[in-house]
């Protein structure tokens, strides 16, 4: 068993995950993607969360470049593309999301962005299939399973998580400032996510930097020993409606 066999049997320990625990790798050449064994690659353009769907449902690893990449949005926020007029002018988003330019200029103004050209390409694989040193492990899950991965990225250092989106173009949250401050991230599927990734409406999405994950992991760990633990155990009591029915059928049955 290699070390990521390893971390994904302890996700899965600790979480119970419905789907694949993925590891995402950035790439600067495109041509690194020839050094990825078992690689897909996509017939046709994807959208780049797409990939990640492809890796956590079917377990596929995934190489995805620039050329290959559809999504308007995926492209600026990854730096495939260099931030161009419309958008910085906050056209992608007027009358869509905000009634006037200036809100929406707001909006993307404040999108993460990654430094124009520094990536060409991604890869993402189910965690316990990879091959590569991933940058980051991104795990979709419900709101119970985000809340203990909180609890174990805190649990050494403390404080609260803040969470940052204005509810879409979720890569931004989960690769690009993931990646740019090597914190955990925790973000909403945007539309694109879940009409084309096939996100579910209970999902989350926990976007955790390599850097950090052994932490979580112990966080996780402790937590767990003292009490904190998935599923959510639940109170066992005695059922009040068949406490109060008991006497009448007992009352009954004298008859």
């Not at 308007?72 to 056209?91: H, N, Q, R, S, T």
């Not at 809100?103 to 520094?118: L, R």
Request: with cysteine; hydrophobic share 40%; charged share 25%.
């Amino acid at each position: 068993m290699n070390k990521w066999q390893e971390l994904d049997e302890k996700l899965n320990k600790y979480l119970r995950l419905a789907t694949f625990p993925i590891g995402v790798k950035l790439l600067e050449n495109k041509e690194e993607l020839k050094n990825i064994s078992k690689l897909k690659r996509p017939e046709k353009k994807l959208a780049l969360c797409q990939i990640f769907s492809y890796s956590r449902y079917y377990g596929w690893t995934m190489g995805l470049t620039e050329e290959e990449n559809i999504c308007p949005l995926a492209e600026i926020a990854v730096g495939f593309v260099k931030p161009y007029d419309i958008f910085l002018e906050g056209y992608f988003f007027l009358g869509r999301y905000h009634e006037t330019q200036e809100a929406a200029k707001k909006t993307s103004e404040m999108i993460p962005k990654m430094p124009h050209e520094k990536f060409s390409a991604i890869v993402s694989g189910a965690l316990e299939r990879i091959d590569y040193d991933p940058d980051l492990v991104i795990i979709y899950g419900n709101s119970a399973q985000i809340l203990r991965i909180i609890q174990g990225a805190l649990w050494k250092e403390g404080g609260r998580l803040t969470i940052s989106t204005f509810g879409d173009a979720v890569c931004a949250d989960t690769i690009t400032n993931a990646y740019l401050t090597g914190k955990l991230q925790v973000a909403l599927p945007c539309l694109g996510d879940r009409r084309f990734g096939l996100a579910m409406d209970s999902d989350l999405v926990a976007s955790i930097p390599l850097g950090i994950i052994d932490s979580v992991i112990e966080g996780l760990e402790g937590t767990h020993k003292a009490g904190s633990r998935y599923p959510i155990p639940y109170e066992i009591c005695t059922p009040e409606f068949f406490a109060k029915m008991r006497p009448q059928i007992e009352e009954a049955r004298k008859k």
